[in-house]
């Protein structure tokens, strides 16, 4: 089971910092990753980081405002995000690979939480 939470309305330029918690088969996952959904579009990969090691990987337009990162002893994965402008508006899902560590694409993933809302206002 994965549980998001953080989500909330924040002004462009603000921060927020969204939580996901394993339980059960998923807090044995070799991965974690965060995906967004944004009204009338696809759900894109956004970041993920690996249980052991700690090794991320960042989707092109979050790089460099987004940090992904794990508290092990929680199974808990944090997603940072600075600088928010309103593109990155969207529905964030957590998201657990069981076998394919820093899978970009939905396939990779076995389990999913039921997503956070994200809302940046101009």
């Known amino acids: 089971q994965l549980q998001a939470s953080g989500g909330g309305l924040v002004q462009a330029g603000g921060s927020l910092r969204l939580s996901c918690a394993a339980s059960?088969?998923?807090?044995?996952?070799?991965?974690m990753g965060w995906f967004r959904q944004a009204p009338g579009k696809e759900r894109e990969f956004v970041a993920t980081?690996?249980?052991?090691?700690?090794?991320?990987y960042y989707a092109d337009s979050v790089r460099g405002r987004f940090t992904i990162s794990s508290d092990n002893a929680k199974n808990t994965v944090y997603l940072a995000m600075n600088s928010l402008n309103p593109e990155d508006t969207a529905v964030y899902f957590c998201a657990a690979a069981a076998r394919v560590p820093m899978a970009t694409g939905e396939s990779g993933y076995d389990y999913w939480g039921q997503g956070t809302q994200v809302t940046v206002s101009s």
């Open positions: 980081i690996t249980w052991r090691g700690g090794m991320t």
């Open positions: 059960g088969r998923t807090s044995s996952s070799s991965a």
